[in-house]
Each structure stands twice: as C-alpha cells, then as structure tokens.
C-alpha cells in the first residue's frame, strides 16, 4: 500500500487520558499535515511538518496538543489530558515537495473521549 | 487569510441529470482551488484541482470544474449523476504565496436519488 497510513483507525479513551496517533505518510513525500475534523465541518489545520521541522502550527493546537517527525518519515500527535471536546477525526496528509499538488489524505483516526 | 464558502449543505438530484456544488472562495494572491470527496467514516480523496490554465479542468470520476475569477467561484459539476456519487463533497483553497496549508469549506452532502 503507498497511500498515507494511519494507526489506530478508532481510539475511546475516558477523559483526562492521553492518547498518541501515528501517520505514514507517502515515502517521497516531504510535506505532512494534520487536520481536524468534526462532525459536520470541513478539516480545520493543525499543524505542517516539512521533512522533520515543523514549520506551522494552527490556534488550534493547544497546549495539549503535540506534534513530531522526528525522522522526516512517520509523524506522532499526541494530545494530553483529553477532553471531551477533543472527540473528532484527526486527519493526516501529505503532498511533495515541490509542484502544486493537493494532498493524499489518510483514512483518519477516529477519537472518542468519554 | 483564505476562506472558503460552500452555500448548500445538501444537494439532491435525481440519477441521470446534470449536478452543480457550489464554490466560492477568498484569498490576498492567486487561488489554488481544489475538490474533495470524502466517504463515510473515510479519508478524502481528490477529485481536482485549478492551479493555472484553461478554466474548465477535468477530474476522476467524469467530475469537471469551473474557475471563474471575477466570480470568485469553483463551482464542481458532473453531466449525469450516479448514485454513487452521493458523498460529502469539500471545495479547498490556498493562494500562491507562502502558505502551505489549505483551507476548506464546511462541505456539501450531495445526494443522488434512483
């Protein structure tokens, strides 16, 4: 499989716990992305990783939220005393270096905070 | 900032007639204009794109697109709609300066009926 890979596809856990997403993105690809998504809301940006240098975070990534490449391959989140408000889709992609090409999204992971 | 508008949360049209998901958008330089699809509990998947060149851009699927500047529009059509086109369709944008990640729309749920 060459697409973007995403690992666990689902994930509950109880509120306060921390919890970790990997992303394999496309192996030629440099540039990666995560995005989250709610219910009914088109992906809201989190975060961009060029190779293993994270060049630009969202608002939206709060303290609790923690992003690495430390490779330039694989990518973890890991978000940190999860909330309620946390639930969502979070979404990997990435695209090439260079070109105007769109992204190669990932199936996504699936949280659940109960 | 760049923004994106999607005025109707859902289309319906019956199998076999022409459909239109409407696109605005709003961005500082040049517009990179991109189509996703997205299916249940799934990632998206790219449809198409408008980076430069003819207007009327052609994707997979028999999808088309329609750039139109003074409009500010991206508007997605298909001549005859299948059923399995229904699916949550999102409009993207980023301009052509520095910024790297795209921004979207809230999406549409397109509904083709038998």
């Known amino acids: 499989d060459t697409g973007v890979s995403q690992d666990p596809r689902h994930k509950i856990t109880k509120r306060g716990q921390n919890v970790t997403f990997r992303c394999d993105p496309i192996s030629e690809h440099n540039r990666l992305y995560w995005y989250r998504q709610t219910l009914g809301q088109g992906p809201e940006f989190l975060t961009y990783?060029?190779?293993?240098?994270?060049?630009?975070k969202s608002r939206l990534l709060s303290d609790r939220f923690s992003a690495e490449r430390p490779k330039g391959s694989f990518s973890t989140l890991e978000i940190q005393r999860t909330e309620q408000g946390d639930s969502a889709m979070y979404l990997c992609?990435?695209?090439?270096?260079?070109?105007?090409?769109?992204?190669?999204f990932g199936s996504g992971t699936r949280l659940t905070v109960v | 900032a760049q923004s994106v508008a999607q005025p109707e949360d859902q289309v319906n049209v019956a199998e076999g007639n022409p459909l239109t998901v409407k696109c605005t958008y709003s961005?500082?330089?040049?517009?990179?204009l991109f189509w996703y699809v997205q299916y249940p509990n799934r990632g998206l998947q790219f449809l198409l794109k408008?980076?430069?060149?003819?207007?009327l851009v052609k994707g997979s699927y028999g999808f088309e697109a329609e750039f139109n500047k003074s409009q500010t529009s991206f508007h997605l059509k298909k001549p005859s709609a299948l059923v399995s086109d229904s699916a949550l369709y999102f409009c993207a944008v980023r301009d052509d300066g520095s910024a790297r990640q795209l921004t979207f729309g809230s999406g549409t749920q397109l509904t083709v009926l038998p």
């Open positions: 990783f060029q190779n293993e240098a994270q060049l630009e």
């Open positions: 961005v500082s330089g040049n517009p990179y």
């Open positions: 992609a990435s695209s090439p270096g260079t070109g105007n090409y769109g992204y190669t």
């Open positions: 408008y980076i430069t060149g003819d207007n």
